[in-house]
């Protein structure tokens, strides 16, 4: 497994949790978030998503089984947060 962290500008509700999900339905790989509350969820389960309760100002860790698909992931997550190192 791949992790990377974020630290998330947007709150994931409504419309930009939707938006999320529907770009990281279309990547082959298993991905898993990992929020600040230390609760794993299925990176591409809306309704996982939601009870997360991601706001602007979390870190979150994103697991990726696929290595290959690391450069999607991070554009993707580049638009509603930045890449902690």
Known sequence: MYNIKYLINKDLVNR?????IFKLNNLK????????????????????????????????????????????IKNIFNNIGRELK
């Open 16 to 20: 930009e949790a939707i938006n999320l």
């Open 29 to 72: 790989t298993n991905l898993y978030i990992l929020n600040n509350k230390k609760r794993l969820i299925n990176g591409k389960s809306l309704i996982g998503l939601l009870q997360a309760n991601i706001r602007g100002g979390d870190i979150i860790t994103v697991s990726i089984e696929d290595s290959t698909e690391t450069y999607n």
